[in-house]
């Protein structure tokens, strides 16, 4: 009789172990799920804290997409020129003519790969050098990084999300965008000189 008691006792103490493991496994389980979710949470965050960047920032300099553009449609003049955000990354677009067609190529701003390039007719009141006269003047024009630098005091707390190149009365123009928290500024600068032309703020 003793010892059928002692046996249970026995059984008893080994089903409570059991048990006790089991709930230590579980809660162990959790803590690592629990774990993993966060360092996911934190990875993803990481990511796309990376991802965000002003348009300075982007890798492919404007040099170096005007000659892409050039030795793409080698015998036409570009008339305008942007950097913008699409679909989560900076592209530069360019647009250019010759006597007979207007092209557009758009390039990844950080890989410089060609994403699009297309050509279309002229209409007869735009051929023969007509839209010639919109041309940039692309000598001695000052890069992307330092515009911005030139620029930026006139939108302090604000990271500059655009950029584009066009000519207005006969000078050509960089026009930077900033923003932050709705709020946004717009800077124009001579090309050639950086000499600010304009601010425009809206609130």
């Known amino acids: ?20 493991s089991n709930n230590q496994s579980k809660s162990d389980q959790s803590s690592a799920s629990s774990s993993s979710a966060v360092s996911h949470s934190q990875s993803s965050s990481a990511s796309q804290s990376s991802a965000v960047s002003d348009v300075s920032q982007v890798k492919v300099s404007v040099a170096t997409a005007i000659k892409t553009y050039q030795q793409t ?7 305008d020129l942007s950097v913008e955000r699409e ?3 900076y592209q530069y677009e360019i647009e250019g003519v ?4 207007e092209h557009t190529l758009k390039l990844d701003a950080n890989s410089g790969k060609i994403l699009v390039k297309k050509s279309e007719r ?5 051929a023969n050098g007509a839209e010639r006269q919109d041309a940039l003047d692309l000598n001695n024009m000052i890069g992307l990084s330092r515009v911005v630098k030139i620029a930026q005091p006139k939108a302090k707390g604000q990271a500059a999300t ?15 965008q900033f923003g932050h928290q709705g709020q946004e500024t ?5 090309a050639q000189t950086g000499r600010i032309l304009a601010v425009d703020t809206d609130d």
């Open 98 to 101: 010759d006597n007979s067609r």
């Open 162 to 176: 655009e950029a584009s190149i066009d000519k207005e009365s006969e000078q050509t123009i960089w026009e930077i």
């Open 87 to 89: 679909l989560g990354k």
């Open 1 to 20: 009789m003793k010892s059928q008691f002692i046996l249970a006792a026995a059984l008893a103490s080994l089903m409570l172990a059991g048990c006790s």
């Open 122 to 126: 002229l209409d007869a009141d735009e």
């Open 186 to 190: 717009s800077v124009k600068l001579n």
């Open 73 to 79: 449609y080698a015998n036409s003049q570009i008339t």
